[in-house]
């Protein structure tokens, strides 16, 4: 019997044997997919789960949306190409009038685009090399926190160091700024007044001739962080940091490859605080599940010659097909506001959790696109906020919920933060039963052996 007629074991060992060291979701998820649909995924022991890790928010519409699966098959039906590099096609141009029309008027009117080879990490770097030859200048602000990819110049911009420790030789002159977070304030303040102070570090270090750094080329940040711990950005400090880029010349590139599309409960993050960027990364849900990345950048920007950047991929047409089909439904449906009303529900529940467990140190996020922080607040700490995070604990809940059904991965420092990304399609019931199952893995895990309750 072939390995492939076997349970979820034996392909899980034939992967081990034959994949990278650098595998990650199969050490903590062992499971093999046979089939999947919707909000939910079947392994191939016949097991059922709930979906919240979405291809980390990729699948914008679930599991085979009929909608983006009749896409893809009336493309191949007619004989459509399949791949062009940058030759334009129907199908090309029927995306990118849809992708326009999903942006607000004022940042779409004056808009350019440009297709990357397929990974948000890809637009990232093109957004990089965009804004450095638009300006001539060299410098990079991040921020601290941050993620926007694994490739030389993203990884660069990375705040968990963990990661970047063992490649020499990444992209300097980047220099990462301190990001708001109530919980986890980098000024030990946090509310109104923590993002004020970060707002006026900011403005000070690009006034201040002595401040080490040369006249930047961009500034990049994700309006929501969300491999960071699915910490979102207040509206006013978004609009702070678009004054004050805007008055130094500095390009800003939002980075919406998770937040793009209605994750946050608008069709784009940045629309919360009301500001026109002058770069937008994409990428996960507008390519409709398949791969597809694009730059979009005002045209004032556009300083690239022919042919000075490229990637082969970029002409990939069943990705346009499904992107199309996606950002219609999306559009047609509402479903940035089914985001933000199913993120509301998902979000009262997961409080209710914390409430009753002094485990859990914070719940927060934007629309569907949320986080829980777990903590220990008897271990000794001289860190940002309250208590030490608190990682074992996590992957014993992350462990508990894969158990009883349902996937979530984690994120932010430690990794103690569970973070929820279910497909913008999820229903009221399935958010029940999500928050229940969470619920039941939480008190599992504060009650099993070793462990005090703090069940009240």
Request: with cysteine; glycine share 10%.
């Amino acid at each position: 019997m072939s390995y492939l007629d076997g349970g979820n074991d034996a392909i899980l060992a034939q992967q081990a044997e034959r994949e990278s060291n650098a595998r990650t979701y199969p050490r903590h998820l062992p499971f093999a997919i046979r089939e999947a649909q919707g909000v939910t995924v079947t392994d191939m022991d016949g097991d059922e789960y709930y979906d919240c890790l979405a291809g980390a928010g990729t699948l914008a519409l679930g599991h085979n949306h009929p909608v983006v699966t009749e896409a893809m098959e009336r493309a191949m039906d007619a004989d459509r190409p399949l791949h062009t590099l940058d030759i334009s096609t129907p199908a090309k141009e029927r995306f990118v009038d849809s992708l326009f029309e999903s942006l607000p008027d004022e940042f779409a009117d004056s808009a350019k685009v440009q297709f990357c080879s397929p990974a948000g990490t890809d637009a990232v770097e093109a957004a990089l090399k965009l804004v450095k030859t638009a300006t001539g200048n060299r410098s990079v602000l991040g921020f601290q926190g941050a993620y926007h990819g694994m490739t030389s110049g993203a990884l660069s911009l990375m705040g968990d160091t963990d990661a970047k420790e063992a490649v020499p030789g990444l992209v300097d002159d980047v220099h990462h700024l301190p990001y708001p977070h109530d919980y986890r304030c980098p000024f030990g303040i946090g509310g109104e007044a923590g993002h004020r102070t970060a707002s006026t570090y900011v403005e000070n270090l690009l006034a201040d001739p002595e401040s080490g750094v040369t006249d930047p080329a961009g500034m990049i940040l994700e309006p929501v962080q969300g491999e960071g711990g699915s910490v979102p950005a207040p509206d006013e400090w978004l609009r702070e940091m678009r004054r004050v880029t805007r008055e130094h010349d500095v390009p800003l590139v939002v980075d919406e490859v998770q937040t793009g599309l209605g994750r946050t409960g608008e069709l784009y993050a940045f629309e919360h605080a009301d500001i026109t960027p002058d770069v937008v990364t994409l990428s996960k849900a507008v390519g409709g599940g398949l791969p597809l990345a694009v730059v979009v950048y005002d045209e004032a920007l556009d300083a690239w010659d022919p042919g000075t950047h490229a990637g082969t991929f970029r002409g990939n047409q069943l990705a346009m097909a499904a992107g199309e089909a996606t950002v219609e439904y999306v559009l047609e449906h509402d479903l940035d506001d089914h985001a933000a009303e199913m993120g509301s529900r998902l979000r009262t529940r997961l409080a209710e959790t914390a409430a009753r467990f002094d485990r859990v140190g914070d719940v927060r996020g934007r629309g569907l696109m949320l986080g829980v922080e777990f903590v220990d607040p008897d271990a000794p700490w001289r860190g940002a906020g309250p208590h030490a995070p608190d990682g074992d604990f996590a992957e014993a809940v992350r462990a508990a919920c894969f158990d009883h059904g349902l996937v979530v991965e984690l994120g932010g420092r430690d990794g103690a933060t569970a973070r929820f990304l279910p497909p913008l399609v999820v229903s009221s019931e399935q958010v029940d039963d999500i928050a229940g199952i969470f619920d039941e893995a939480v008190e599992a895990v504060a009650n099993a052996p070793g462990e005090v309750s703090t069940d009240d």
